[in-house]
Antibody
Framework: EVQLLESGGGLVQPGGSLRLSCAAS????????MSWVRQAPGKGLVWVST????????FYANSVKGRFTISRDNSKNTLYLQMNSLRAEDTAIYYC?????????????WGQGTLVTVSS | EIVLTQSPATLSLSPGERATLSCRAS??????LAWYQQKPGQAPRLLIY???NRATGIPARFSGSGSGTDFTLTVSSLEPEDFAVYYC?????????FGQGTKVEIK
């Protein structure tokens, strides 16, 4: 059974940093691209970042480029999101999601999310 | 960036009725479109990929159609558990975007 478990969320002041983790199990983690998607309270889904299976390629939404860094450790089956220079508008539930296959559009498994609140 | 526009914003229907949800892309995405269902307090669930393929375990009452810029998600006969928010999503030029969602509520 595929499982994705996010952690690392919490309350942080504007300008602060936070590192999210996503522990994966139930599939060959090193064979799939992984992504982060966020959802502000009461709002829709917004793609944040994607990393290829081998970490060779990373992609970011314009809203987080230069502030967030996605990475992965295939030996630990873990995905990360380093978030710096956090702003109030970064407040959201952050989901990690698995790509269905190579070059595919969609995400076939999602974690339950971790809440990040940016506030003074 | 490709923008996805979903309509209507809210759909009020009764159990057993047919639901038809629309997703329009600002430029062609070929068949690279997915649909998700999200219930309150839950993560999204993949329903349809590549515009018309049901994901694993998705009931046959869910179907997707379309290509290019116009796509449709149809629920042939709504079950009580189908009342939720539905999102379309695309990928192009290594950027992924979601529509703003359609809420299917009980009439």
């Amino acid at each position: 059974e595929v499982q994705l478990l996010e952690s690392g969320g919490g309350l942080v002041q504007p300008g602060g940093s936070l590192r999210l983790s996503c522990a994966a199990s139930g599939f060959t983690f090193s064979s799939y691209a992984m992504s982060w998607v966020r959802q502000a309270p009461g709002k829709g889904l917004v793609w944040v970042s994607t990393i290829s299976d081998s970490s060779a390629f990373t992609f970011y939404a314009n809203s987080v480029k230069g502030r967030f860094t996605i990475s992965r450790d295939n030996s630990k089956n873990t995905l990360y999101l380093q978030m710096n220079s956090l702003r109030a508008e970064d407040t959201a539930i952050y989901y990690c999601a698995k790509s269905r296959g190579f070059g595919t559009t969609d995400f076939d498994y999602w974690g339950q999310g971790t809440l990040v609140t940016v506030s003074s | 960036e490709i923008v996805l526009t979903q309509s209507p914003a809210t759909l009020s229907l009764s159990p057993g009725e047919r639901a038809t949800l629309s997703c329009r892309a600002s430029q062609s995405v070929s068949s690279n479109l997915a649909w998700y269902q999200q219930k309150p307090g839950q993560a999204p669930r993949l329903l349809i990929y590549d515009a018309s393929n049901r994901a694993t375990g998705i009931p046959a009452r869910f179907s997707g159609s379309g290509s290019g810029t116009d796509f449709t998600l149809t629920v042939s006969s709504l079950e009580p558990e189908d009342f939720a928010v539905y999102y379309c999503q695309q990928r192009s030029s290594n950027s992924w975007t979601f529509g703003q969602g359609t809420k299917v509520e009980i009439k």
